[in-house]
């Protein structure tokens, strides 16, 4: 695919680098588009050897091939990283004072802004209408990130990751429409990865969720408006996403108390976490050791069924109307195949909404794609196509905004 990459003047004009980087390893054409004060932070020759392009920022550049108009027009995707108060407004008013805010004029493609900038800049109103004013002309401007600024300052205006600009560009090729704001005002509560269950100080019992799915819900929740509480167990690396508050926990009785913490007047809460069924009865202080006192089995207790759970508090008034979104990962066996599972699995936690996936055999685990079911307490069935899991997570959100009081 061809995509630009517009670079705003800002200090994170060096995480653009990084940006590049990504898309022409995954196989993708850049190129990059600096603002002329871009140019004061990264150097033209940087932005050339990553993408393997020339770059200008003016549109009297290779006039005869009228660039301004050409660019934009055969771009698949215009990513801003990082989007500039200045660049935004520029942008909003449809200016076209040089080559990026020209060929952002000519773009008929998806466009994501990854804005950047002090806390009081992105809070000032002029930035904040012009935002709304480049949401209500198509464009994605996703949340920025909270955390350290330049110098000192802490607060949301820090650029999102590479990583996760990258994620959500393609997402945006995946499914252009991907991203509404169609969870502003929405609090949602998402549960992922694994918990793990300790036997003693070194050892658990634990399981293979990567958290790779719940997190790609937060991140799509959130660029959707939504406020979203991330609770999160053992996962892979993951970086935490943009505009989430985080928290973290490692076995299910700390994951019960969590979302029953933050889960009272929540819009929905989605539990894509893989819950240990059962913990060791006994956690030993020390170490269990070889020689005299062997265990030959471990005794163990059942956790709570945290899903069942949060609907028996919706039935007793306890929570409100939360919509409630369960997961299952099944294998099928002797007794049924995924989906006769998956049908019973539904009926007996009583949740909204249940998202299948089949897993074993390279599916689903640690993997970055997904697909599956989608099964409604009404009675609906839809198939989930192979895609990754942002796809997945962008129609499983869908699928609950119809479900939502
Ligand atoms: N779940 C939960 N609390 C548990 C176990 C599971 O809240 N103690 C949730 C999971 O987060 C998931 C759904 O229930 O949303 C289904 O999890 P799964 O492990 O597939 O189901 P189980 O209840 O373990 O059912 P089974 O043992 O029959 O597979």
Redesign the pocket.
């Known amino acids: 695919m061809r995509i630009v990459v517009g670079v705003g003047g800002g200090i994170a004009a060096y995480k653009a680098c990084a940006l590049v980087r990504r898309f022409t390893e995954t196989g993708h054409q850049v190129r990059v588009i600096p603002t002329e004060s871009a140019l004061q932070f990264v150097g033209k020759a940087t932005f050339e050897a990553l993408s393997g392009q020339p770059v200008s920022t003016s549109v009297f550049t290779d006039v005869p091939e009228v660039p301004h108009v050409r660019i934009g027009q055969e771009a698949d995707l215009v990513v801003i990283a990082p989007a500039t108060a200045d660049l935004m407004a520029r942008a909003a008013q449809g200016r076209a004072d040089d080559l990026l805010t020209a060929t952002l004029l000519t773009a008929r493609c998806p466009v994501l802004f990854a804005p950047a900038m002090h806390t009081e800049m992105w809070e000032h109103p002029a930035t904040v209408a012009n935002v709304a004013t480049l949401r209500a002309h198509g464009a994605t401007v996703m949340e920025p990130a909270s955390g350290r600024l330049t110098g000192t300052d802490t607060g949301p205006g820090r650029l999102p990751e590479p990583e996760e600009i990258f994620g959500l560009a393609s997402l945006l090729l995946e499914r252009p429409d991907a991203l509404p704001r169609d969870l502003e005002g929405r609090r949602v509560i998402i549960?992922a990865g694994g918990t793990r269950e300790p036997l003693d100080p070194v050892r658990f019992l634990g399981n293979r969720s990567s958290g790779k799915q719940g997190y790609a819900l937060a991140r799509v929740a959130a660029q959707r408006g939504a406020s979203v509480t991330l609770i999160a167990g053992n996962t892979v690396e993951l970086a935490p996403p943009a505009a989430v508050d985080l928290v973290h926990i490692t076995t299910?009785e700390q994951l019960a108390t969590a979302v029953d913490k933050h889960a009272v007047g929540a819009d929905a809460v989605i539990?894509?976490?893989?819950?240990?069924?059962f913990r060791p009865t006994n956690v030993a202080a020390a170490k269990i050791k070889k020689g005299a006192n062997e265990p030959d089995v471990i005794p163990l207790t059942k956790?709570?069924?945290?899903?069942?759970g949060l609907v028996t508090a919706r039935t007793e008034g306890r929570l409100g109307d939360t919509a409630i979104v369960?997961?299952?990962?099944?294998t099928g066996d002797e007794n049924g195949d995924v989906l006769t599972h998956a049908r019973a699995?539904l009926a007996r936690?009583g949740c909204d909404l249940l998202v299948v996936n089949a897993v074993g055999e390279g599916k689903a685990f640690e993997v970055d794609t997904n697909d599956g079911w989608l099964l409604g307490a009404d009675g609906t069935e839809s198939a989930l196509d192979h895609g990754s899991k942002a796809l997945l997570a962008s129609r499983v959100l869908d699928a609950l905004i119809p479900l939502l009081h």
């Open positions: 549960t299910a539990m894509a976490a893989a819950v240990a069924d956790n709570p069924d945290i899903l069942a369960g997961f299952a990962a099944e699995k936690k």
